[in-house]
């Protein structure tokens, strides 16, 4: 089956392509990063992602949402250093790790309790997130092991088969670096990946010592 294209500078294929992922839908989406894979955050909807991707399932799913109202609907605890975060990187490239809520779909956590969650900048993927209501996964829209997609047609290319359709708006997408992911489960911040967001600029708003595993494409802590 082919994918459907859905514009998304029309309000109306936003709609369309919402209400394809509230039915069960993979819809291939525009971030202010690469695109994203974007599934219900149901059972099906991530194992539906796992099977497109040929993800391990080891591998945790992040999960976007639309605004940082909708935080306790994915976890449980918010710690006191998340807030400054949240409110200078986001909407931005900054996915917080946080205790994962019982209502996150087990194999979206890898069993480990945990879920990665942001809200992207970008007007197309914000509008998406309004419609809908309700978050979405946000892993990269890619075969495990390929290169992110910074395009409608290289999503396409790797997933087309696969998934139900694209929201296409290339000039939204900077096809840059990841978000960095920012492990606030324990006692002190951990950076888990390196990317758009550098530690010296986490360090500064969160005012305390943040621990790196992180490594560079070049194998270096940043």
């Known amino acids: 089956m082919t994918a459907r294209v859905f514009a998304g500078s029309?309000?109306?294929?936003?709609?369309?392509?919402?209400?394809l992922i509230r039915q069960g839908g993979l819809v291939a989406v525009p971030t202010d990063t690469i695109y994203g894979l974007a599934a219900a955050v149901t059972p099906d909807g991530v194992q539906r992602v796992f099977v497109a991707k040929e993800r391990p399932a080891d591998m945790r799913l992040p999960v976007l949402l639309g605004t940082a109202a909708d935080l306790p609907r994915v976890a449980t605890r918010l710690p006191r250093v998340a807030w400054p975060l949240i409110?200078?990187?986001w909407p931005g490239p900054l996915t917080l790790v946080l205790p994962a809520s019982r209502e996150m779909p087990e194999a979206l956590t890898a069993g480990g309790g945990t879920v990665g969650v942001r809200v992207p900048a970008g007007r197309t993927i914000l509008r998406l997130l309004e419609v809908l209501g309700e978050p979405i996964t946000g892993t990269s829209a890619n075969v495990s092991g390929r290169p992110g997609a910074a395009t409608a047609e290289e999503a396409l290319a790797q997933l087309g088969d696969r998934i139900d359709g694209v929201l296409a708006m290339d000039g939204e997408v900077s096809g840059g670096s990841a978000s960095t992911v920012l492990d606030l489960s324990g006692k002190l911040p951990v950076v888990r990946r390196a990317g758009a967001i550098t530690?010296?600029?986490i360090r500064a708003v969160a005012g305390m010592?943040?621990?790196i595993l992180a490594l560079t494409e070049a194998g270096q802590k940043p």
């Open 10 to 19: 029309s309000a109306t294929d936003i709609v369309t392509a919402a209400e």
């Open 87 to 89: 409110d200078r990187f």
């Open 199 to 201: 530690v010296d600029e």
């Open 209 to 211: 010592r943040v621990e």
